[in-house]
């Protein structure tokens, strides 16, 4: 057995210690460096009120009206500042935190009792008032640190330059030769130190931002389970309307042909011994109405889940729902293997019910139908060039579609100024891993060498 080399832990040492070289270049040390040193002027303009109006509050206690008078302003403007704050630390950062404050309903006193009794609020003023104090520590450590590293790099060189052929750092006397490039020595230590130092305190002021700001992962799942629930619930009042349609288009469609044909075969039954020929007029008529009978219910399954989406995917659906259309729909499909059936359904009824707004309402001429993977979404967008003016708000066809997207954690989009052009644009989102037996994979070249 051969002894294991050690090169391989070569490459993380060579890694690291690159990374500490470029450190004080990287677009995250200036980002970091942005974000400590605009904290204390931002601190100031936006939590700094803040903690005074409160002061004041505490210090009028004895007049008890204008002291709850000033507390409630303090709550309401440390809600208003801290949304601004998460707004700067997006904006500086990228960090989203996301508000830990729930919608709440009912009279105003308990909304109010509700906000009162949130402990994100107070977190809320918790963070204003220690937000100051940091941001000016943090700002004081890294500037302190950054021209520390910089005077003492540089000092070698104003050292030689200096008439004096000395110079004073705090209480060091540097003189040039060796105590010259020991400074300078100590200086790219410290320079190749400050970037950690600047990401550290960047990274401890996020850190309470988001403790004291952001509701933690239990309001992130909290979150989810409202607006799960709230998808739940439309589901359930789409499903309904859903059905209602079905039992409409039954009762008014199908229904009253087979009642037309049980009437005429009823006649016909009559008619058979003293007049045939008219007896074979009225069974060809039931014939007619049979036949058109089929035809309503072949439609209304088509509409419930067309056999073409099961046997043949979104593509050759959505090419039968183009060549239907009363307007010419260019169709652009760039798919490399099948969704999952929920995910194919919901797109194909996006399209289905987009291409009858495009009929019914837009005065539309022509229209586009694109569908591709778009990251980790199924991106499925209808466009035409009609009249606009459709919303989701009022047309509870649209409606619908937005609740079955919704449903499955997508977003759907409605862009329709009036005078047009109107866009429907769905985001599904897909699994990371599809049953490889619903749609074939196009082959991959061996590897040369793999075995």
């Known amino acids: 057995m051969t002894a294991a080399t050690p090169a391989p832990t070569r490459v993380p040492v060579a890694r690291a210690l690159g990374q500490g070289l470029v450190a004080p270049l990287a677009p995250r040390t200036l980002v970091a460096l942005v974000h400590v040193v605009v904290g204390p002027p931002s601190a100031l303009v936006i939590s700094l009120p803040v903690v005074l109006v409160l002061a004041v509050a505490l210090g009028t206690l004895p007049v008890l009206p204008l002291s709850a008078l000033l507390f409630a302003l303090t709550l309401v403007g440390s809600r208003a500042a801290g949304h601004v704050e998460r707004f700067r630390i997006a904006a500086l950062t990228g960090v989203q935190i996301a508000s830990p404050h729930r919608p709440t309903t009912g009279p105003l006193w308990r909304r109010a009792l509700t906000w009162l009794r949130s402990g994100a609020t107070w977190k809320e003023l918790g963070y204003h008032l220690v937000v100051v104090p940091e941001a000016v520590v943090a700002c004081a450590v890294v500037v302190a640190t950054w021209s520390l590293a910089l005077s003492l790099v540089l000092l070698p060189a104003y050292v030689a330059a200096a008439p004096a052929e000395q110079a004073t750092l705090l209480w060091w006397t540097v003189e040039p030769g060796g105590e010259a490039l020991l400074a300078g020595a100590l200086g790219l230590v410290v320079l190749l130190t400050a970037p950690w130092v600047t990401r550290g305190l960047s990274r401890l002021g996020l850190g309470m931002a988001e403790g004291l700001l952001g509701g933690g992962e239990a309001a992130v799942l909290r979150a989810q389970v409202d607006h799960l629930a709230a998808s739940r619930a439309d589901v359930v009042v789409s499903a309904e309307e859903e059905r209602r349609r079905i039992e409409r288009d039954l009762h008014d469609g199908a229904q009253q042909r087979l009642v037309a044909l049980a009437m005429t075969l009823g006649m016909a039954k009559e008619k058979m ?58 169709v652009d499909v760039a798919l490399d293997r099948r969704a999952p059936p929920s995910i194919e359904g919901i797109a194909y009824f996006v399209i289905s019910e987009a291409l009858t707004n495009v009929a019914r309402h837009s005065g539309a001429t022509r229209a586009r139908v694109r569908v591709a993977e778009s990251g980790r979404d199924l991106l499925v967008e209808v466009s035409d060039d009609g009249v606009g003016g459709a919303s989701a708000e009022r047309g509870t066809g649209l409606r619908g579609l937005a609740d079955r997207v919704g449903a499955v954690d997508g977003t759907f989009l409605v862009s329709s100024p009036p005078g047009g052009p109107t866009t429907l644009r769905a985001d599904l989102p897909l699994p990371a891993a599809v049953d490889p037996t619903r749609a074939p994979a196009a082959p991959v070249p061996p590897t040369p060498g793999a075995s």
Not at 274 to 286: F, I, K, N, Q, S
């Open 273 to 330: 011994d003293r007049d045939p020929e008219g007896a074979r007029a009225l069974v060809e008529e039931a014939h007619r109405e049979a036949k058109g009978a089929l035809v309503e219910l072949r439609d209304l399954a088509r509409g419930l889940h067309p056999p073409v989406l099961s046997d043949r995917g979104l593509r050759a659906a959505i090419a039968g729902l183009a060549s239907r259309a009363p307007v010419p729909v260019e």
